[in-house]
């Protein structure tokens, strides 16, 4: 699928660590896997360590959680080795990343638009005019009918979908070659979901940019994404073609697939999953 | 088991009175009106889901009906009496409810036990410290988690202590605000089948708001679909799942809940 | 309750206070303090706070035992000597110990504050949580009222206080309560307003809580933390009004060891005679900063959850 032999992202044995006082918590341990220009998905229950995975990725990790890895690259370059000052550079421009709830990760005093026209000057040399240009560009972009109107309201003025859809406009200004979603659609109601979903797939096949899609939902993932890698407890437990979720093998991806209620499918009861200690194990 | 002869006899004879009889419920907050002339009727025993997105006046309609909302308009009966604005003591032992996020719905500074002896204490039910223990039981908590506090359960732990809560009065309708949407779906299906469970066992009438049509489909019969304050289509869920729907809000939902499902594959 | 756990039977005692499954109310109680107390005992600083607050109390309990000197005997012929081995932080005007008469006057450093807290807490939390609660015209009232102590500069309040009242030390504690409880009300009420929208207060009201029920047993409790970690850092204020008035000689009488009046007596010898003032300000230095080292600690402990 990559047009190019380097893939985006590649990940060998990374392990996400947190010491406190009394032991020591993996969140992460031991995944691999090569990110080319495609959507990814990771999927997992809270606290399967997915989302710490994106962060990761981004040096995100909150104190006291440690990093380590075999191998983590960007095209090519070695994250782990590369200096602070240049990590931070490819953060934002290159590698970006939406958040779940919107109202979190934009701030409150700054009108919308501006945000996004700030977020374009920080990773280019534009006066304040072509900014705002650009800003208004990518606000039609991701589908928002009166740019003009939406880029002077506060955040508090704009419902979550669009907030959503701001946030992804402020996170797509730099061009990233890769985009991080983690949740992005799950507090959205499911109409503004599937526009959402549109404006991702869109970019993704118009600028060739590589999508890792962390979500807890299996259906959806499986309607959207090329690839899914099923995680629980820190570990994978399979990477599926998304179109053959549903014929997923491990135990546990049955396990969630079968305890899904289903509008056409009516079932007397819900099957439970039954968590095997193996899983965790190598 | 609680209902008594007296109490039976206050509810009409004549015909099957439903449980829940909404009539022309309107509400408004200043100048928006949130609900516009709401109609439907829940039979006792039943389940009836009222889908809807964010917005549509659907936890609203939840919030009147469980006294937590004073200002509206419009007939409204329930367990065999008329809703009063301010509903006496004695309208809480038969209405129950279970919120949305089990975060934050339980008092984080009392222990699981404290959580359930209020009701009792509120009502000066005596025999505490058995219902407590039957109530953990009932809904699948062992003994060991009644002293802990909420922060040292999971979020099902603690949805589980929340319909705990809400049936250790023993109420006839017990209410649900998307009682899973903040939860995992292994989870999720655990705490459904529990409800399930608890509603045959106890001969409860449930009114389960979600904006999942699938969680809405798996729990009830029937559905009324809102939007923008309107209910726009009430269905069986079995021809909802047949037609589709015939309104076309109805329709797009049910597309959409249709997108996202792994279908016949999952079988 | 926090005895120390190294001892061997201690071991007992720890697996008790850290048991997952507590097995009473009482043990689930004494576990929440056990950590709370871990989390507090992680803080340098806050333990340092506790010291002094503890070396306060031990030292107001044992004054009359181990003060050398007796604080109110006067000795004309010894006056204004400076510190030495007999009198260790020398004599003031009329020859009396000074260090006997600080150990002392922590008694009433300690009264002043024991008498404030109570009375300020309580007014300050139930007058702040009905406001919040209930909104509306209550809210405006009870707000207004609470204005109206604010707008004047807690000093000046005080001394109109004691100025109707007569001056004495507990006048000075009805003034300084008086001044103290709106910054309570004004920190409860805030708390409340978010804590009134929350679901576990809908939740109660579902099952037919009482209006007071509710505040009292739901809201209340949420709010006492924010309070006490105010009122310990408002110690230090508390403790400088007081020696502010008894300073102005609007607080304790002589010959009582009051610190405030202390400082007031020494400052005509300020430049000849450093001792007699420096050493109860110094006494009042140290404990305001205990109260503050030990509420900076409190509060990041208390406000974990």
Not at chain 1, 221 to 229: E, G, L, Q, Y
Not at chain 2, 165 to 179: F, G, K, M, Q, T
Not at chain 2, 228 to 238: C, L, P, S, Y
């Amino acid at each position: 699928m990559p047009p190019e032999t380097t893939p985006l992202i590649e990940i060998a044995n990374l392990r996400v660590r947190f010491h406190t006082p009394t032991r020591i918590v993996e969140a992460v341990r031991g995944l691999s896997f090569t990110l080319g220009r495609e959507k990814l998905a990771i999927v997992g229950e809270s606290g399967s360590g997915k989302s710490m995975t994106g962060r990761a990725i981004l040096d995100l990790v909150p104190w006291p959680g440690e990093v380590l890895a075999d191998r983590l690259a960007f095209r090519g370059e070695d994250l782990a080795t590369m200096d602070r000052a240049r990590r931070r550079a490819l953060r934002g421009r290159r590698i970006s990343m939406v958040l779940q709830d919107p109202k979190f990760s934009l701030n409150p005093v700054m009108s919308v638009g501006r945000q996004i026209a700030e977020a374009y000057r920080t990773h280019h040399r534009a006066g304040a005019a072509e900014a705002r240009e650009r800003a208004l560009a990518m606000l039609e972009a991701v589908q928002i009918r009166e740019p003009g109107r939406v880029y002077d309201l506060y955040p508090h003025e704009v419902s979550g979908g669009m907030g959503q859809r701001v946030m992804i406009a402020m996170m797509l200004i730099g061009e990233p070659d890769v985009l991080i979603a983690d949740e992005p659609t799950s507090a959205l109601d499911v109409t503004v979901q599937a526009q959402i979903l549109d404006i991702l797939d869109r970019l993704v096949t118009e600028r060739g940019m590589g999508l890792i899609f962390i979500s807890h939902d299996l259906p959806l993932v499986s309607a959207f994404c090329d690839r899914v890698i099923v995680m629980y407890a820190g570990r994978v437990m399979e990477t599926l073609d998304a179109r053959s979720l549903h014929q997923g093998r491990h135990p546990y991806t049955r396990g969630l697939l079968g305890c899904l209620p289903d509008l056409d499918l009516p079932k007397p009861r819900l099957a439970t999953l039954t968590r095997d200690p193996a899983w965790t194990e190598a | 088991m609680l209902r008594t002869g007296s109490e039976k006899a206050a509810m009409p004879d004549n015909g099957p009175a439903p449980m829940i009889g909404v009539e022309g419920l309107n509400v408004r907050f200043g100048s928006a009106h949130v609900l516009k002339d709401v109609s439907f009727r829940v039979a006792a025993g039943e389940s009836y889901g009222l889908v809807g997105e964010s917005g549509s006046g659907k936890s609203t309609v939840l919030r009147v009906l469980s006294g937590l909302n004073p200002s509206w308009s419009g007939r409204v009966g329930i367990a065999g009496a008329a809703l009063r604005h301010r509903p006496p003591k004695s309208f809480f032992r038969q209405v129950q409810m279970v919120f949305q996020d089990p975060f934050g719905s339980l008092h984080p500074r009392m222990t699981i036990d404290a959580i359930l002896a209020e009701p009792l204490a509120i009502h000066g039910i005596g025999d505490a410290d058995r219902r407590i223990e039957r109530a953990l039981a009932d809904v699948g908590l062992d003994g060991g988690f009644r002293f802990r506090y909420p922060h040292q359960l999971s979020g099902g732990q603690r949805q589980r202590v929340a319909i705990a809560r809400a049936l250790i009065l023993e109420p006839s309708v017990l209410l649900l605000d998307e009682p899973t949407s903040a939860l995992d779906v292994s989870i999720q299906a655990e705490v459904l089948n529990l409800l399930q469970d608890l509603k045959s066992r106890r001969d409860l009438t449930m009114l389960l708001v979600s904006h999942n049509l699938a969680v809405v489909g798996h729990m009830c019969g029937r559905v009324g679909v809102m939007n923008r304050g309107v209910i726009v289509e009430e269905a069986d869920i079995a021809e909802l799942r047949e037609t589709g729907g015939r309104n076309p809000y109805t329709r797009e939902l049910v597309a959409a809940s249709r997108r996202v499902s792994l279908g016949a594959g999952a079988a | 309750m926090t005895t120390s756990p190294t001892s061997a039977p201690a071991r007992g005692l720890r697996a008790y206070l850290t048991a997952e499954n507590p097995a009473s109310r009482r043990q689930a109680q004494l576990g929440q303090f056990y950590r709370q107390w871990r989390a507090l005992r992680a803080n340098p600083l806050a333990l340092i706070g506790l010291v002094i607050v503890v070396a306060l109390l031990a030292v107001a309990a044992l004054a009359p035992w181990i003060a050398p000197h007796d604080p109110l005997a006067q000795n004309l012929g010894q006056r204004l000597l400076p510190p030495s081995a007999a009198h260790w932080m020398g004599t003031d005007a009329l020859g009396r110990d000074i260090f006997s008469r600080i150990l002392h006057g922590t008694r009433i450093t300690l009264a002043i504050v024991l008498l404030v807290v109570i009375s300020v807490g309580p007014i300050g939390l139930l007058i702040g949580t009905l406001s919040g609660y209930f909104g509306g015209v209550v809210d405006t009232v009870l707000m207004r009222l609470t204005d109206i102590f604010l707008a004047f500069p807690r000093l000046v309040l005080a001394l109109a206080f004691v100025a109707v009242l007569g001056p004495g030390i507990e006048n000075a504690v009805i003034a300084i309560a008086c001044t103290a409880w709106p910054p309570y009300a004004r920190v409860a009420r805030a708390e409340t307003m978010v804590i009134r929208n929350a679901d576990y207060i809908a939740a109660v009201r579902l099952q037919g809580a009482s209006h007071l029920r509710v505040v009292l047993r739901h809201v209340v409790p949420m709010c006492v933390p924010s309070v006490i970690v105010r009122t310990t850092l408002d110690m230090a204020g508390i403790i400088l009004t007081a020696a502010g008035l008894g300073f102005l000689g609007l607080g304790a009488q002589p010959p009582s060891p009051e610190w405030g009046a202390m400082i007031a007596s020494g400052r005509e010898y300020i430049f000849d005679q450093w001792w007699v003032a420096t050493f109860p300000g110094l006494a009042i230095c140290l404990v305001a900063l205990g109260f503050n080292l030990l509420g900076d600690g409190l509060r990041d402990v208390l406000d974990a959850r």
